[in-house]
């Protein structure tokens, strides 16, 4: 017998130290997020403070900006975006995330696609329906398993306009996956029209990590390991900026640590550093 798949360990952990963020650093928030506080289990205020000495060591604090700033920076570019004719934000390994239900009066005209896991995606449903977050007109899920169908076959079953310009996010999920899988993605991007883009963030290799970004990278590859979600592929930006060119695309933006530490970080008295383990490529078609 085949055991059906649960939903994401990784992705009820991020949603955890999302809350954190919330509950525990100060203001102002890199991103404000009250739908995020209390969504799961382990994510109310009163559980963030029972565990706030492990919540503030710092391989947690590192990991918990690593997840706010990299959804910062995909609304920001969203909303950058949306400068030029845009109807389409496709949410690649949604998760938990809760863009869709906080969305600002920006968005609102935007058609939002959520793509994941069958399994995943029923339990955020369940979520949202026991914290009574209301889904609102715009947003369209579609389940997917990626071993099974691919990218192309998921946006034709939610009635994606492949003719007009979108942008897509993949955040916290090209580690999961294998090579092919990931250039599959890329290339079914390529197919869009010009203007069209994508956002997703990526693991580096240890041996371009010190300090505590190799410490959170040991630390959580292993866990994640042993929760039956191992790391299969971690990318060089270099590496990887090389790649997006030679696969086709016109625009590439790196978000180096440097650069979101002093465009989200350096006004802060909390003397918080972007994170070096867990980056943000740009690509447009």
Same mark, same amino acid.
């Given at each position: ?51 706030? +000495?492990?919540?503030? *060591? =710092? ?5 918990? !900006? &690593? #997840? %706010? /700033?990299?959804?910062?920076?995909? @609304? ?111 290339? +079914?991007?390529?197919? *869009? =029209? ?5 956002? !997703? &963030? #990526? %693991? /580096?290799?240890?041996?371009?990590? @010190? ?75």
């Amino acid at each position: 017998m085949v055991m059906e798949r649960a939903a994401s360990w990784s992705a009820c952990f991020t949603s955890i130290l999302r809350a954190a963020h919330q509950v525990l650093d100060e203001e102002p928030k890199l991103l404000d997020d009250p739908f995020v506080v209390g969504l799961v289990d382990g994510s109310s205020a009163d559980e963030i403070q029972q565990f706030v +000495t492990n919540y503030n *060591l =710092p391989i947690m604090q590192l990991t918990r !900006f &690593s #997840f %706010i /700033l990299r959804n910062r920076i995909v @609304e920001d570019m969203l909303k950058v975006k949306l400068n030029a004719p845009l109807e389409q934000f496709v949410i690649l390994g949604a998760g938990l995330d809760t863009f869709a239900y906080r969305q600002p009066y920006w968005a609102k005209y935007l058609k939002i696609i959520e793509i994941d896991h069958p399994n995943s995606q029923e339990f955020k449903k369940n979520h949202l329906r026991k914290t009574n977050i209301t889904v609102p007109k715009n947003v369209t899920f579609y389940p997917i398993d990626f071993e099974l169908a691919s990218l192309k076959d998921a946006l034709t079953a939610v009635y994606f306009n492949a003719n007009t310009r979108s942008y897509f996010s993949w955040i916290g999920v090209t580690q999961y996956l294998t090579m092919p899988a990931i250039l599959s993605t890329l290339k +079914t991007i390529l197919s *869009l =029209p010009e203007g069209s883009g994508i956002i !997703f &963030s #990526f %693991i /580096l290799p240890e041996h371009l990590l @010190e300090g505590i970004d190799k410490q959170a990278s040991v630390y959580f590859s292993e866990m994640l390991a042993s929760k039956g979600e191992p790391w299969l592929t971690r990318l060089d930006p270099v590496e990887l900026q090389e790649l997006l060119y030679n696969l086709g695309f016109k625009k590439v933006i790196y978000f180096k640590p440097e650069m979101v530490q002093k465009q989200y970080l350096h006004q802060r008295s909390d003397q918080r550093t972007a994170p070096i383990y867990e980056q943000l490529m740009y690509a447009e078609v």
